[in-house]
Each structure stands twice: as C-alpha cells, then as structure tokens.
C-alpha cells in the first residue's frame, strides 16, 4: 500500500517541548514573552518546563523507538542556537544539544527532518520589528546558512518556516499567538510575504551553497484545510470555495509551485475589499522585488499540515479591512463530521484524500510529505483512546488511496505530536500525543496511549528495511 521509502513520522516543536526556557545561554523567544504576560494562555500556563525535551531527551528517544518511526520532525528553537537572532553570538550549548539528538536519532536508525522556525522568533529581533521588518530576511537567512553548515552534514530533509498563515494571521492579525498584534488588514500580509522572502532567499542558500555536497531538500509547510462548496453546483458557493482556497493555501503554495506570484483572484479580492471601504494606499498585499531571489521552484517537495475540513458558502464579508471581510465567505461544518476534541477539528480523512489530489492537479504532481496531522483530547484522558485509534487509521487509508487510486506522490506521513505538549494558547489543557505525559509528575512520565501502540503497529506492518533514507 505503500511506497519503498515512504517515511513513518511523528513530529514536534521547540517551544512546545523543550522547556529549559533560560537553560544554559538561550535567550527569550516571542513565546516566552507572550506566555508571561497576563491573560494570554490558558489559565497563565506557559512552556517553561512544558515536557522537559532539554533534559529528558533520552526519554523522548525512547519513545521514538518503541514506536519504530524511520522519522522524527523536529524543529530548533532560534534563540537556543542564537540567543540575539543573529550569528554574532553562538550558544555552543544549544548547538552540542542538537548535535546530540540529530546523532542519536541517526544511530536508532530513524532519518530526522528538521525545522528552522516553528512559531518561536528571538525576542531580540522582534524588537527590531520583527518579522514586519523587510531586514527580517536576510537575518533569517543568515541563521538558516549557520544551521546548514552546522547539521547539514547529517540533515537531508528541511523544513525553512512551519505554517505562515498560522504564524501572520493569528499572531499579527488575531493577536491570540506571539506576538499578539492586533493590526488588521495590513501586518498579516506583511508578514506572509517576508516569510516567503525569507524562505527563497534560504532555499538559494541552501541550493547554491549547500545541496552539491550535502544533497538534501528543503521547503515550506503549509497548513490546509480542504474545502468544498456547501450547495454544490451553486455557482456563489463554488466561486466561494475558490476564491477561500487561493487566499489560504494559494496565499503560499501559488508562488512557490505556479508563477511566483501571488494567486491574481486572492490579489482582486483584497483590492476589491480596499476599494470599497475607501483605503487609499496601495494594494495591502505587498509585490515581489524581482532584485531579489525568485521565490518559483523554491520547494523541493509540497510539506502539508493537515487538520480538518470546512464547506464553503458565499458572503463572509463583514465591511472590516481584515483577512475574513477580504475573503468574503463563510466557513461551516457539516452536522455528521466528529468533532475531536477542540471545536475545531472536525475529522475528515476523505478531505486528506481529496486535497492531496487537488495539490497533485493544481501543483504540478509534486512529492507530499505530510508532515503534520493528529487528533486531540480535552477533558479526562483517555489512555485507551479507541476512538484516536480508528482515526489515525481511517486517515492513513485514505492516504494509500491518494497514492494508490489517485497516482499522488505522497513520501511520508508524520503523526502530530509525539507527545502530549504545550499547545500554544491552549496551554495543556488539550492532548495531541501519542505517548501521555503526566505534567504533574516531576519527571513528566511518558506512557504509550493505545493509539500510540497501534500506529507502532501500523508502521511495523507498512514498512521495509529500506525505509530509512
């Protein structure tokens, strides 16, 4: 059902893991900053222990084992590396500790892929505007060329920046993530577009510096909803559902895989928007430098982070200059999807399917890793999670299909998250491990959840010898 090679994951993030918050030279990320300020996350929780991955990594190892990944995604925390943002000062502590988990990870067999920016930005530079700041580039880049030098030699599959649509809406737009900016209609789009600069500019590093002697890859992920019309047939509804896919996952995979630019319908829905509330400045979705580095054909593979999926019917817009009003569509659950845990997450394995063949169509059939997707617990946990269990196995069918029916050239799937974690402004009142951590045991004791077991099972039974690359 699957292919020689196809990578069996789990992933996680600095932030959401590590703690160690002022261990041994890192210096404050914007999490740190968001997570001390009062009525942020719930009940005043913060990740400055979270599961304790700083000093108990040889823990996390051993669930990475019992479970038989052949791959780990896990991202760098910046400011652990570079305390400032900047290669002016190594943390020579922060490297020997990453040094010690890529090392370990290769001698259990297991290939690591690895994230450069997950959320977690240097306070230092966010003082300096952050990633509104044009300069926020080259800066990333800069960082990027240091991690390649320093684990390139062992790392072969990158990730530049997880999830920019999350990171620009919710936190520069909503306000309910780091930085928490509340600057509607301007900052979101600000920040998407130096993502992407950044992103190129890395990519060029890597491609021209790099990839001749290392031979790795590298790319962006990009978190996807599937969406589909509510009334299909319904022309509102189907010019809605087009216009909601180019402003979300077009916003970055239309440069980076079709033209380089900017998708044209999300650019006229923005404009149009601008138009009719009377905005006289130019268009608030910023243009490509063509002084710079192209940001065409800068992803080695497409990096998916999927969840969930919503219908799509016409008329969202509510008169504001924000990203919904600029949309101009309203987003609904169909009544007989499971809710899993939070609000959100509506389980559709079928819209897993139908998005990695609409990826394969609209993108020019590239290879798909999945590098995120789980479901969640709130509430008393479960340790025999039977439901999770039938979840992440309907999911996973439906990614065979997609390979196997389909002809989409899917080379990995990565569980989120093999721990129970800090889940940013949830705190840890929701569950998306696959091993239970108990946070009110001083040595944060990690269990194997039922579903854990039999996704172990799952890759024991899928994969070959040859899986590890």
């Known amino acids: 059902m699957f292919p020689r090679g196809f990578a069996w994951g789990a992933a996680t993030a600095a932030y959401q893991i590590e703690g160690g918050w002022q261990a041994d030279g890192k210096g404050p990320s914007i999490w740190d900053t968001f997570c001390h300020e009062e009525g942020r996350v719930f009940q005043e929780q913060d990740g400055d222990v979270a599961c304790n991955s700083y000093e108990l990594w040889d823990k996390d190892l051993e669930c990475i084992q019992q479970l038989g990944l052949t791959h780990y995604r896990l991202s760098l925390s910046w400011a652990r590396l570079l305390p400032d943002g900047t290669t002016r000062h190594v943390n020579q502590k922060g490297v020997q500790y990453y040094n010690k988990v890529i090392d370990d990870l290769l001698a259990s067999d297991v290939s690591p892929m690895v994230t450069l920016y997950h959320f977690d930005l240097p306070q230092a530079l966010q003082d300096q505007g952050g990633w509104k700041s044009e300069g926020i580039a080259a800066i990333f880049d800069s960082y990027a060329m240091f991690c390649f030098q320093t684990f390139g030699d062992r790392v072969k599959l990158w990730i ?258 093999l721990l129970d974690n800090f889940e940013w402004a949830d705190g840890f009142s929701v569950r998306f491990g696959l091993f239970h951590v108990d946070f009110s045991d001083a040595e944060l004791r990690r269990t194997a959840y039922r579903s854990g077991r039999e996704y172990g099972e799952m890759i024991m039974k899928h994969k070959r010898p040859t899986d590890v690359q």
Not at 202 to 222: C, M, N, T
Not at 270 to 295: M, N, T, V
Not at 365 to 390: H, K, L, W
């Open 160 to 417: 530049t920046i997880n999830e920019p649509s999350v990171c620009a809406k919710l936190g520069h737009e909503d306000g309910v993530h780091a930085p928490g900016l509340k600057e509607q209609g301007t900052a979101a789009y600000l920040v998407g577009h130096n993502m992407l600069r950044a992103h190129a500019m890395a990519w060029h590093s890597y491609d021209s510096l790099f990839r001749p002697e290392q031979k790795g890859a590298v790319s962006l992920a990009i978190n996807s909803d599937w969406l589909e019309p509510l009334r299909p047939g319904c022309e509102e509804d189907e010019a809605a559902t087009g216009r909601d896919l180019a402003c979300t996952l077009g916003w970055f995979a239309w440069p980076l895989f079709v033209t380089g630019d900017y998708p044209e319908i999300m650019r006229s829905a923005i404009d149009s928007q601008s138009e009719k509330l009377g905005y006289s400045g130019s268009s608030r979705l910023p243009r490509f430098s063509k002084d710079e580095p192209a940001i065409l054909g800068t992803a080695d593979f497409f990096a998916l982070n999927y969840y969930t999926s919503r219908k799509v019917t016409a008329g969202g817009g509510r008169g504001q200059m924000c990203m919904k009003s600029d949309r101009d569509v309203e987003e609904v659950l169909d009544p007989s999807w499971f809710i899993c845990g939070v609000s959100w997450l509506a389980v559709v394995p079928g819209g897993l399917r139908k998005l990695l063949k609409y990826i394969k169509d609209t993108f020019g059939s590239p290879a798909v890793y999945i590098t995120e997707n789980g479901f969640s617990q709130v509430g008393p946990v479960q340790m025999e999670d039977v439901r999770r269990c039938e979840l992440f196995k309907d999911t996973i069918l439906e990614v065979a299909k997609a390979i196997e029916e389909d002809g989409v050239d899917v080379r990995g799937y990565f569980a989120w998250s």
